[in-house]
């Protein structure tokens, strides 16, 4: 069974940086669109950003420009990098899986998310 | 950008039939992808592709995606199905993934 396990979450500053991994179980991931997905705390599900099993990216409209979304498909791991990091960035950050490699598809699979709070 | 709306909350009575809609515009030329999202928990999808059910999701789950609205539909509803209920889409003109507001399914 597939499991994806996020790690690096914490307190943050505001103007600080985030560094985020998720870790695949299972010899699939390099064939798979993965993606970040937040939750702020009450609120609905928020897209982040997109990466295709080759590597081309996508971003959300407010995270574009200070986030990077990166893959290492040797060692199984989705990685989110964010700078300048923002009060309204505080949120479950979810790693999750498209089914196929296409962006149209779904997510089949999620992490348990890893918390970031921003805040001084 | 596109628009995903959804109502905030819908209430059904335990064997009932329950309907939340997703409306976007032209939404039927779009892949509709429906999570479910218990107090807690992670998303679960329940349907892919407008009408697909993952495996191990029940029978009880389906689709449908027509003109401006898509429906998840889940019959004979039981206690266990109350939970917040997300639309997807990719939207292929911005290169977006776009998710509407939730709907919040109480069972009464």
Same mark, same amino acid.
């Given at each position: 069974?597939?499991?994806?396990?996020?790690?690096?979450?914490?307190?943050?500053?505001?103007?600080?940086?985030?560094?985020?991994?998720?870790?695949?179980?299972?010899?699939?991931?390099?064939?798979?669109?993965?993606?970040?997905?937040?939750?702020?705390?009450?609120?609905?599900?928020?897209?982040?950003?997109?990466?295709?099993?080759?590597?081309?990216?996508?971003?959300?409209?407010? +995270?574009?420009?200070?986030?990077?979304?990166?893959?290492?498909?040797?060692?199984?791991?989705?990685?989110?990098?964010?700078?300048?990091?923002? +009060?309204?960035?505080?949120?479950?950050?979810?790693?999750?899986?498209?089914?196929?490699?296409?962006?149209?598809?779904?997510?089949?699979?999620?992490?348990?998310?890893?918390?970031?709070? +921003?805040?001084? | 950008?596109?628009?995903? %709306?959804?109502?905030?909350?819908?209430?059904?009575?335990?064997?009932?039939?329950?309907?939340?809609? =997703?409306?976007?515009?032209?939404?039927?030329?779009?892949?509709?992808?429906?999570?479910?999202? &218990?107090?807690?928990?992670?998303?679960?999808?329940?349907?892919?592709?407008?009408?697909?059910?993952?495996?191990?999701?029940?029978? &009880?789950?389906?689709?449908?995606?027509?003109?401006?609205?898509? %429906?998840?539909?889940?019959?004979?509803?039981?206690?266990?199905?109350?939970?917040?209920?997300? =639309?997807?889409?990719?939207?292929?003109?911005?290169?977006?993934?776009?998710?509407?507001?939730?709907?919040?399914?109480?069972?009464?």
């Amino acid at each position: 069974e597939v499991q994806l396990v996020e790690s690096g979450g914490g307190l943050e500053q505001p103007g600080g940086s985030l560094s985020l991994s998720c870790a695949a179980s299972g010899s699939t991931f390099s064939s798979h669109a993965m993606s970040w997905v937040r939750q702020a705390p009450g609120k609905g599900l928020e897209w982040v950003s997109v990466i295709s099993s080759g590597g081309i990216t996508h971003y959300a409209d407010s +995270v574009k420009g200070r986030s990077t979304i990166s893959r290492d498909n040797f060692k199984n791991t989705l990685y989110l990098q964010m700078n300048s990091l923002r +009060v309204e960035d505080t949120a479950l950050y979810y790693c999750a899986r498209y089914s196929g490699n296409s962006f149209s598809g779904g997510f089949d699979i999620w992490g348990q998310g890893t918390m970031v709070t +921003v805040s001084s | 950008s596109y628009v995903l %709306t959804q109502p905030p909350s819908v209430s059904v009575a335990p064997g009932k039939t329950a309907s939340i809609t =997703c409306g976007g515009n032209n939404i039927a030329s779009k892949s509709v992808h429906w999570y479910q999202q &218990r107090p807690g928990q992670a998303p679960v999808l329940v349907i892919y592709y407008d009408n697909d059910r993952p495996s191990g999701i029940p029978e &009880r789950f389906s689709g449908s995606n027509s003109g401006n609205t898509a %429906t998840l539909t889940i019959s004979r509803v039981e206690a266990g199905d109350e939970a917040d209920y997300y =639309c997807q889409v990719w939207d292929s003109s911005s290169d977006h993934v776009v998710f509407g507001g939730g709907t919040k399914l109480t069972v009464l």
